[in-house]
């Protein structure tokens, strides 16, 4: 069955920098494009990057341009999320999504706090 595991969230600084991972199984993931969502509390989910398979055409949302990076590695069937210069307004739980014809699935999240 499809697997998505987050890791990689927790507490950081205003202006710092954390790496997500999302570790994948269960489906042939160099085929599929694959996406980082976000949910802060009380606000709706929402697409933060989202990167394509095979050749990794990237798109990102306004409010992270020039500070996210979403790449993969197909051999470890992984997709990251690099966010650097970190702002309260960032922290939320982040998700790894993968669209599929049927339906979409989620991983479980990983919490990212941007606090002094």
């Known amino acids: 069955q499809v697997q998505l595991v987050e890791s990689g969230g927790g507490l950081v600084q205003p202006g710092g920098s954390l790496r997500l991972s999302c570790a994948a199984s269960g489906f042939t993931f160099s085929t599929y494009a694959m996406g980082w969502y976000r949910q802060a509390p009380g606000k709706e989910r929402e697409l933060v990057a989202r990167i394509s398979s095979i050749i990794g055409i990237t798109n990102y949302a306004d409010s992270v341009k020039g500070r996210f990076t979403i790449s993969r590695d197909n051999a470890k069937n992984t997709v990251y999320l690099q966010m650097n210069s970190l702002t309260p307004d960032d922290t939320a739980m982040y998700y790894c999504?993968?669209?599929?014809?049927?339906?979409?699935?989620w991983g479980q999240g990983t919490q990212v706090t941007v606090s002094s």
């Open positions: 999504n993968v669209q599929m014809v049927a339906r979409g699935y």
